[in-house]
């Protein structure tokens, strides 16, 4: 599977940002039951599990974002969302869909006034 993230930028705090994540290289009755994660990093730091969503549709968060971040899949477009409300500077990362070994490039987003 190839996962392409976009969607990232600059926001100023308090604001938002959606980030899509769209496979492709694979085809809807695989792409419906897998488990998508975004993950975040920032420099020097460890790669950080923000959000889950399952092929059933469930979720969890890390405690950082629970209230402020919403993970979302439209199977039909082979694609998953990161809905993120609030944002904060410790938000500022580069975040990274994810899939078993697979992995996007990568966008980044800079929550700065």
């Known amino acids: 599977v190839q996962l392409q993230a976009s969607g990232g930028g600059l926001v100023q705090p308090g604001g938002s940002l959606r980030l899509s994540c769209a496979a492709s290289?694979?085809?809807?009755?695989?792409?419906?039951?897998?488990?998508y994660n975004w993950y975040r990093q920032v420099p020097g730091k460890q790669r950080e599990l923000v959000a889950t969503?399952?092929?059933?549709?469930?979720?969890n968060y890390a405690d950082s974002v629970k209230g402020r971040f919403a993970i979302s899949r439209d199977n039909g477009k082979k694609t998953v969302y990161l809905q993120m409300t609030s944002l904060k500077p410790e938000d500022t990362a580069v975040y990274f869909c994810?899939?078993?070994?697979?992995w996007g490039q990568g966008t980044l987003v800079t929550v700065s006034s």
């Open positions: 994810n899939m078993k070994t697979d």
């Open positions: 290289r694979t085809i809807f009755s695989v792409f419906r039951v897998n488990t």
């Open positions: 969503i399952s092929g059933d549709y469930n979720t």
